[in-house]
């Protein structure tokens, strides 16, 4: 079935990666989409810091280690689901990268040097057995995503997403003020940067 004009122009699609790479923004970010990736995730240590942090018995390292980690998981999820990242991740074109580049772009090393899950169980009262599980369903996810056709992509990373996350809320206790850890490390990973968006480009 063919779609007509009406159903398409507000969804214009861009594949070509043109001018410098970015390591937050990827390829042809638009000022929004820069905003998003440079500032917004700055939000989330202030907002868990006035809900939650404040109230608990952290020391400085703690409050720091766990403000570096929201900063990169909220701010990880953003710049993997913008556009001009996705143009950059999944894009055919052939590209001069630098190693950065590459390495952001690898479907399976990039996910696999993501260890701060880690952090937990070394600065905060919570198992080994903690991190070693998340970390564990997250490269298997990756593994199995990319072995299946794309047009199945999504709908199986949200499946392993929402059972991983039900299951290891069953089999963990979070560590009090992490409790988001967990299920942003999955989507950042397993659905921000592991499945395959189409970049949509604004009409003007």
């Known amino acids: 079935m063919k779609l007509s004009d009406n159903m398409m122009k507000d969804a214009p699609i861009d594949w070509r990666c043109e001018g410098k790479f970015n390591f937050t923004t990827g390829y042809g970010a638009t000022r929004a989409e820069s905003m998003l990736a440079n500032y917004a995730a700055f939000l989330a240590p202030a907002l868990m810091y006035f809900l939650s ?15 570096v980690l929201v900063l990169d998981m909220v701010g990880g999820v953003i710049t993997n689901s913008l556009g001009s990242m996705k143009r950059f ?28 899950i880690f ?31 794309l047009y199945l992509h999504r709908p199986v990373a949200l499946l392993i997403v929402m059972l991983s996350l039900m299951v290891g809320q069953v089999v963990f206790t979070a560590p009090v003020g992490l409790e988001w ?16 968006e189409e970049p949509y480009r604004p009409l003007s």
């Open 181 to 196: 850890l967990a299920p942003i490390y999955m989507i950042k990973l397993v659905l921000s940067h592991g499945v395959r």
């Open 53 to 67: 942090w404040h109230s608990l018995d952290w020391s400085l390292l703690q409050l720091v280690v766990a403000s």
């Open 89 to 116: 991740l999944h894009s055919n074109q052939a590209m001069e990268l630098t190693w950065l580049a590459k390495l952001v772009r690898s479907k399976f090393l990039f996910p696999l040097i993501h260890i701060q």
């Open 119 to 149: 952090a937990a169980p070394l600065c905060f009262d919570v198992a080994w057995s903690y991190a070693f599980f998340w970390y564990s369903i997250m490269m298997v996810s990756i593994v199995v995503i990319h072995f299946l056709p």
